[in-house]
């Protein structure tokens, strides 16, 4: 069984991998480098402060960035206890896919995916009741994983679960994140 699933996540990698054009190679190299979204990543925090304003503004920047690190540390550890190599180091598909991109270290499970689904369900989670346009911010994290087979990084199972322990965090950093706030509104107001 679990050698069926890895034949088909190396098939529908390759068959993804193989649906890019040459002509966009470098819009997805762009995308793919986590430099790329500063921009949006300055948007978040200000919208944090917008909404938030300053005390509880900042209570809830530092839940972010602990949802992204612990994510990261967590990926990392992952990712060197599971030792899968990554498709582009992978000898046989060589000559079968594209490859834009050539990392050494491990491939399970993406640290792009896990990381952005991290933050992006972090923000919508604390900004959804003041807007709904924070749903938006979705296209980032599915831009960001679909960057990761077209320059042939990652299998489709990385992403997938990278994507699942990402939100799985956030919303665990989240519900501290409330706690937090909740008992520091208590300590203020009393």
Same mark, same amino acid.
């Given at each position: 069984?679990? /050698?069926?699933?890895?034949?088909?996540? %190396?098939? *529908?990698?390759?068959?993804? #991998?193989?649906?890019? &054009?040459?002509?966009?190679? $470098?819009?997805?190299?762009?995308?793919?480098?986590?430099?790329?979204?500063?921009?949006?990543?300055?948007?978040?925090?200000?919208?944090?402060?917008?909404?938030?304003?300053?005390?509880?503004?900042?209570?809830?920047?530092?839940?972010?960035?602990?949802?992204?690190?612990?994510?990261?540390?967590?990926?990392?550890?992952?990712?060197?206890?599971?030792?899968?190599?990554?498709?582009?180091?992978? /000898?046989?598909?060589?000559?079968?896919? %594209?490859? *834009?991109?050539?990392?050494? #270290?491990?491939?399970? &499970?993406?640290?792009?995916? $896990?990381?952005?689904?991290?933050?992006?369900?972090?923000?919508?989670?604390?900004?959804?009741?003041?807007?709904?346009?924070?749903?938006?911010?979705?296209?980032?994290?599915?831009?960001?994983?679909?960057?990761?087979?077209?320059?042939?990084?990652?299998?489709?199972?990385?992403?997938?679960?990278?994507?699942?322990?990402?939100?799985?965090?956030?919303?665990?950093?989240?519900?501290?994140?409330?706690?937090?706030?909740?008992?520091?509104?208590?300590?203020?107001?009393?």
């Amino acid at each position: 069984m679990l /050698e069926t699933l890895k034949q088909w996540d %190396r098939e *529908l990698f390759i068959y993804l #991998n193989s649906l890019g &054009f040459e002509r966009f190679d $470098s819009f997805w190299v762009y995308v793919t480098q986590i430099e790329s979204w500063t921009p949006l990543f300055i948007f978040f925090f200000l919208l944090i402060f917008y909404y938030y304003k300053l005390k509880k503004g900042a209570t809830v920047a530092f839940f972010v960035l602990l949802t992204f690190g612990i994510t990261i540390f967590f990926t990392g550890f992952v990712k060197d206890y599971v030792a899968r190599l990554r498709p582009n180091n992978v /000898e046989a598909f060589g000559e079968l896919i %594209r490859i *834009l991109q050539k990392p050494t #270290n491990y491939s399970f &499970f993406s640290g792009h995916a $896990s990381s952005s689904f991290a933050i992006t369900t972090f923000m919508v989670l604390v900004l959804r009741k003041f807007t709904k346009w924070i749903y938006l911010a979705y296209i980032w994290p599915l831009v960001f994983v679909m960057s990761r087979i077209y320059v042939g990084v990652h299998y489709p199972s990385d992403i997938f679960v990278g994507a699942l322990v990402g939100t799985l965090f956030a919303f665990f950093f989240y519900f501290l994140c409330k706690k937090v706030l909740a008992h520091k509104k208590l300590i203020h107001n009393p």
